[in-house]
């Protein structure tokens, strides 16, 4: 008991400290953005996401290996093999610098189709600078990859934390500073160089200190050693390929019908919208020790799962909400002026976000009893679907259509991925529509309400009146969805006694130390 005991308060330690990095490169990110986006403009800004989502693609090829080395290096630690652990290090160490020379070598050779399929103009020359190094830097990551898998492995966390944290700070700090002082695409992809660079020697440093003695190996690869890593690979591959579709090819797509500057609007937006997943990534991490230590318990399990889809369906309703009827003054609070692209891509965006945030306690609990493949055929499925929806919508809707294709291909891979857990693992439906309907409903009520309202008031100009009306539309819009949960009797004796706890924890204690008299 006291050995499992430890083992759940080092897993919530090392959660803790990863998702801090986490929200350190997501604070980065909104920080400076807006202003890379200010001084680039919205063409160039839109050819750098369109460059940092080939990048994206690029480092999803990864033929599994990121996992398969993590997976060897802690095998390790249980008494597995030293020697296949250094092998897969070092197959991952030749696969990563393969991938970065064939990235670069195909980005030069096609570049003048790239150029004219995205439709550069006169930003070609630049951009085709700005991409080879921003391979540079996807170079160094991916040579950095097997230092950082020998971290994971061993459960060095704090290390990885700190080196990614701080370097996606520093990062951001390179990027404003270079865009202040003028430069372009070539400067700020020099940025990302120098900051994948230092990232790479922290990686190396940081491993040799911790665990010198697991590094990469290219005399003790043996055959068995490749055939293993194509097996576990190219399940993980397949997932991968599918994240590409679903997360990056949006970008592609409207820089290849309309051009970088619909690109720009797309990715402001989409970034936004991402962060609706932070904090339900942040309580998943949390939950997932609890889940596995709760698989050999079904009753158990089972009400975790239901427990936590129901605040995650609470949460990404509201959440959703709020960004759809806040959208527009949201986007002038983060960039001091209105950009309709990137409001009509959180406007349509966002349900699609909620509906897959919902489903995250289903993916713990498939995770947790060792069935990952659920999920990742959810993946497939909504790759398809976005694949089949994009053109058809593009042409009916223009830009629009394409952030729409996503959003109804997340709603019918989440249906098709609760359908299939339910029906593989036996679970009843019943509790899980108890679970999300009252949310969504009094949500979208709430929504519908508050852009009633809205929509008869005068909005204020500038970065203040922008945030008055975020404000005044979002809480409004929890007002009136807690209302509507209270009446729908949404809220037990469970959640109130869960809520009671967790402001006793808030309020300030006092001292045990009584006060000395004075003289």
Known sequence: MASSEALVARVARNSARLLAARVATSLAGVASLPLVYGQLGSRAYGVWALLAGLVAVASLADLGLGSAQIREVARVADGGQQRQARAVLGLGLVWGALLGVLALAGTAICWPWLAHACHLGELTAPARSAALLLLVGFLLDSLAMPWRAVLEGTQCYAPVAWVVGGTSLIGAGLAVTV????????????????????????????????????????????????????????????????????????????????????????????????????????????????????????GRLDRLYIEMTRYLAVFAAVGAAMLVVSADPLVRLWLGHPLPSATVTIAILAPGYAVSTAAGAAAVVTRAEGSPGRETRSGVVAAVLNLLLTVPLLCLLGPRGVPLSTTLAAFGATGYFFAHFHYRSRRPVAPLLRALWPPAFAAAVAGALTWMVAFDLPSASGRVGAALVVAFRGGLTVLITAAFLALLGFFDAGDRSRLSVITSQLRPRRSAVPAMDSE
């Open 179 to 298: 865009v202040e002082l003028g430069g372009g695409l070539v400067e700020l992809a020099g940025s990302v160089v120098v900051t994948s660079a230092l990232r790479a020697l922290m990686f190396v440093g940081a491993a040799r200190r911790y665990a010198a003695r697991l590094r990469p190996s290219l005399r003790a690869v043996t055959r068995s050693d490749v055939a293993y890593v194509m097996a576990y690979g190219s399940r993980v591959q397949v997932a991968n390929a599918a994240a590409a579709v679903n997360s990056e090819t949006d970008r592609l797509v409207l820089a290849g019908f309309f051009g970088p500057a619909a690109t720009a609007g797309f990715d402001l937006g989409s970034r936004l919208v991402g962060l609706l997943r932070l904090p339900s990534g942040i309580i998943l991490t949390a939950v997932f020790p609890a889940a596995a230590a709760a698989q050999d318990d079904p």
